[in-house]
């Protein structure tokens, strides 16, 4: 890269990070106009604390109502009773389902076409039933309720290093002879994506189709509009998914989590690996960041270019009724598979809690043992239930977190969550040699997640998600390997946080923690 370049991006960097600061200020300048033009009104309109009053009490029944998590749930309706006037303002702007009715309406006009091309194969339905029934009762989840449907004809392969993963995708990218798509949060200009950059600049040049969504906040501090000209100079199609604005949105708190690249519709790879230069030890602000990923060859690409489409016709706002086939080549359905495949999303536009289920799913039928690795645990009353019910049947539940945090904050509100799981028989670990980003669960020998799906709130009921299920494939073991891998690298804190916390003040500090992890 040239020195140019360089100073150029650097300079990019810059005006992204003013942009960031700028737009809290911004925001935040908002939410006082709006506090103070209330206070004023209520000073000279004596009966416009009566309504706000009786309007605090109508949207805490109607919060009550809604059939959403109850911690989430409370966190509102606590803030609404006792604020009223800045609970109803903030929860307008943050908390409201029906702000994205469009959206929503927009989205299953979209899967209405787009799903119908996932069909599930009854033979590979009735093989995994035979095969392994409790398996099969999570895979008839994803199918039935969820539409995606459960694969064989597909080759596996597992990453336990974002590096190596990475340096895959850019063999792989050399090969693409139709499309490229690719779907990440986070996508850093400078260091390893421009690698990425020149074989998509060149395969775009070829007359390969290229599209990419990235997400702005996930990117803002790497990335501005100068990145998305410089694409479509390239020939590379480029959206950023819900851009920043300085006033405030409603949509603003749901983010495109997912980490997705599809090659010809026959190579697919997710994981928890965004494309910036941390995961890939470029650079190294967290110790050693731990990161996972999957490649997928053959049929199960079917569904991930089926999520990424979902994404990509409601931004651009084009119809899905074109020639889908094209994007789904049938001839990588003759691979020999390896074990039972099936790729899934999730969406907070609905209401059904997918990530949070399939992990819930898993803990449900499990036996002998649950591991799981999170970045962050946040974890809902429900999801905490389901932990400590399967270690008092007998069940090792183990936790990876990580030992270096990269957001303190989060990492207090993690560590809140000890004490609870601990005394319920979980174990706990913390990862010392730096930062584990990876989202892993690993269940009895025979199943296994990979994808973006954090045990916390955000992942779980805000932010457009995507992972892959395994059933009896050679990566359940993988995976777990991996795992224990960690273990040994890792330190565990279970008895020390058995008792709780020790002081008044520690308990406070906990509490408060655990109150606003809906927000965080």
């Known amino acids: ?22 737009f809290v200020i911004l925001i935040a300048i908002q939410f006082m106009w709006i506090f103070e033009m209330i206070t004023y009104l209520e000073a000279r309109v004596t009966w416009l604390s009566t309504v706000i009053s009786f309007g605090a009490m109508i949207l805490t ?19 609404v009773m006792a604020f009223p006037m800045v609970g109803i303002v903030f929860y307008a702007v943050m908390g409201r389902k029906n702000s994205t009715r469009r959206m929503r309406r927009e989205f299953e006009e979209i899967d209405h076409i787009l799903f119908r091309r996932m069909q599930q194969d009854p033979d590979t339905e009735e093989a995994l039933e035979k ?114 604005l300085p006033f405030l949105n409603i949509f603003a708190n749901n983010r495109d989590h997912r980490k997705i690249m599809v090659i010809d519709g026959r190579i697919g790879y997710t994981g928890g690996y965004n494309l910036a230069n941390e995961y890939f030890h470029i650079t190294k602000p967290y110790g050693f960041w731990k990161d996972t990923g999957v490649r997928l060859e053959g049929a199960a690409v079917r569904s991930l270019t089926i999520i990424f489409l979902e994404m990509w016709d409601l931004l651009s706002h084009t119809s899905p009724q074109g020639d889908l086939d094209k994007y789904m080549p049938a001839y990588a359905y003759h691979i020999k598979s390896d074990g039972y495949v099936q790729p899934y999303a999730d969406s907070p536009l609905d209401e059904e809690p997918t990530g949070e289920e399939v992990y819930m799913n898993m803990l449900r039928t499990a036996k002998n043992y649950a591991y799981f690795v999170t970045p962050y645990l946040l974890i809902t009353d429900e999801m905490r239930r389901e932990m400590v019910g399967a270690a008092k049947r007998g069940v090792d539940v183990r936790i990876i977190t990580p030992g270096i945090p990269d957001k303190k904050m989060v990492y207090q509100e993690t560590r809140s969550y000890y004490s609870g799981l601990v005394r319920g028989g979980v174990r706990i670990y913390e990862y010392t040699p730096g930062f584990c980003h990876a989202k892993m669960s690993i269940v009895d020998d025979r199943s296994a997640t990979v994808g973006t799906i954090n045990l916390d709130y955000r992942s779980l009921y805000l932010h457009f998600e995507d992972g892959v299920l395994f059933h009896r494939s050679s990566i359940v073991g993988e995976v777990k390997a991996d795992f224990e891998k960690m273990l040994l690298e890792s330190e565990e804190v279970t008895d020390r946080y058995r008792k709780g916390a020790q002081t008044i003040l520690q308990r406070c500090v906990r509490a408060l923690l655990r109150f606003v992890a809906p927000l965080l």
């Not at 919060?63 to 606590?78: E, P």
């Not at 995606?148 to 190596?164: G, I, L, M």
């Open 131 to 244: 095969e392994d029934q409790r398996s099969a009762g999570a895979s008839n989840y994803l199918w039935k309720t969820c539409g995606f449907p459960v694969y064989e004809n597909t080759k596996v392969r597992y990453f336990s290093d974002a590096k190596d993963a990475f340096e895959a995708q850019l063999e792989d990218l050399k090969t693409a002879k139709h499309h490229i798509f690719l779907e990440y949060f986070a996508i850093e200009e400078e260091g390893a994506f421009e690698r990425a950059f020149q074989i998509l600049k060149k395969k775009a040049a070829e007359g390969v189709e290229v599209r990419m969504v990235y997400d702005d906040i996930g990117s803002i501090a790497f990335l501005n509009r100068k990145f998305n000209r410089k694409m479509e100079e390239a020939g590379i199609h480029c959206i950023r998914f819900n851009p920043v």
């Open 61 to 79: 029944l109607t919060i009550f109502s809604r059939h959403i998590n109850a911690s989430y749930r409370m966190f509102w309706m606590m803030i």
């Open 1 to 22: 890269m040239s020195d140019k370049m360089r100073v150029e991006q650097k300079s990019w960097t810059k005006t992204s990070i003013v942009r960031v600061f700028f």
